[in-house]
């Protein structure tokens, strides 16, 4: 069965410093897409970045970088110059490809809620 | 905005009831999925609807029942609701039916169960 770990709760740090958020996963599948969100008091998700199991180059986007590493299976996040706009609580997320088509469902962290102190 | 829209927002529903909560999707869309969001968390996928089909369904009992129209909008049903019914229920539409590509959320519909 696919699991998500993200070990940190909460993270509290002041504004314009480096933040990580760690992602743990589990999968017995060759093919997956790993997923972050970003879920602000309103309640929406959003999308922050999608990739497959076949690309681990890491990504940067901005003040955003994601380090996905297959060998620990961990796929982290990290905000560099942190804003007080960034506080939010941050899901990681597994979705695994059925060979026989329909879909499982993306399979969620339970968040880690990081807190941007002015 | 993703544009996709949920009715209603807040609800609050005694033990026994019956609910059905509502979604539109993002136009073009043809894929709607629904998760159950639980105070303090992690989004749990109940079901997704692919064509006015399920295609996948999490472990939730048949009680929570679902339907997509012609137009990809959807409904989410539960019946003989239980106290921890109460949560927050999001609905994402995508394209295609395999569930993995990116997902666009509403903001939810809050449902408290008395």
């Known amino acids: 069965a696919q699991k998500v770990t993200q070990a940190q709760t909460e993270i509290s740090v002041v504004e314009k410093e480096d933040v990580t958020l760690d992602c743990v996963y589990e999968t017995r599948d060759t093919t997956y897409y790993l997923f972050w969100y970003k879920q602000p008091p309103s309640g929406e998700l959003v999308f922050l970045i999608r990739r497959n199991s076949f690309d681990e180059q890491n990504e940067i986007s901005g003040r955003y970088s994601w380090n996905f590493q297959k060998s620990t299976s961990s796929f982290n996040f990290t905000i560099t110059a942190s804003q007080v706009v960034d506080s939010a609580v941050y899901f990681c997320a597994l979705s695994e490809a059925r060979s026989g088509g329909g879909a499982d469902g993306l399979t969620f962290g339970k968040g880690t809620h990081l807190i941007i102190q002015p | 905005e993703t544009g996709v829209t949920q009715s209603p927002t807040h609800l609050i529903k005694t033990r026994g009831q019956q609910v059905t909560l509502r979604c539109s999707s993002q136009s073009g869309h043809n894929t709607v999925s629904w998760y159950q969001q639980a105070l303090g968390q992690g989004p749990q996928f109940i079901f997704q609807?692919?064509?006015?089909?399920?295609?996948g369904r999490g472990n939730f009992p048949p009680r929570f029942s679902g339907l997509q129209f012609p137009n990809y909008s959807s409904e989410l049903n539960v019946n003989a609701l239980e106290l921890d019914d109460s949560a927050l229920y999001l609905c994402?539409?995508?394209?295609?039916?395999?569930?993995?590509?990116?997902?666009?959320f509403g903001e939810g519909s809050r449902l408290t169960v008395l």
């Open positions: 994402a539409s995508s394209l295609g039916g395999r569930g993995t590509g990116e997902l666009f």
């Open positions: 609807y692919y064509r006015e089909e399920e295609n």
